[in-house]
């Protein structure tokens, strides 16, 4: 009986281990955040796939929001940060978060 709950329990422990997926952080900064002016922040997500196909404009589409939210066009202070979940080794769920400063 002992054999049989290890057989049912350990597949069960690896799907939720599994399904809980990594993140991987990869950020970066331009400058500081603070400055005169009103704070904007915008937010884009794609999908990826095994690692070999990752979506090229995810950062791009963030900065494009970022910049229609000034009805001047002009921000300063940009920061951009990446998240990368990953699933399974499979699929990727990729999300550039841009935050700035509207001039």
């Known amino acids: ?3 049989f709950r290890i057989w049912l329990v350990a597949p069960l422990a690896v799907a939720a281990l599994s399904l809980s997926g990594c993140i991987f952080l ?10 005169k ?6 937010q884009a ?15 791009q589409m963030a900065a494009d929001q970022l910049v229609t939210q000034c009805a001047s066009g002009k921000v300063t ?3 951009t ?3 990368i979940r990953d699933f399974f080794g499979i699929v990727q ?11």
């Open 45 to 59: 997500s794609d999908m990826g796939y095994l690692d070999l196909i990752a979506p090229g404009d995810v950062t």
């Open 93 to 103: 769920q990729y999300q550039s978060s841009a935050n700035g400063v509207c001039m």
């Open 37 to 42: 002016g009103n704070p904007v922040g915008a």
């Open 81 to 83: 940060e990446l998240t």
């Open 77 to 79: 202070n940009v920061q």
């Open 26 to 35: 990869r950020s970066s900064s331009i400058s500081d955040a603070a400055g």
């Open 1 to 3: 009986m002992g054999k």
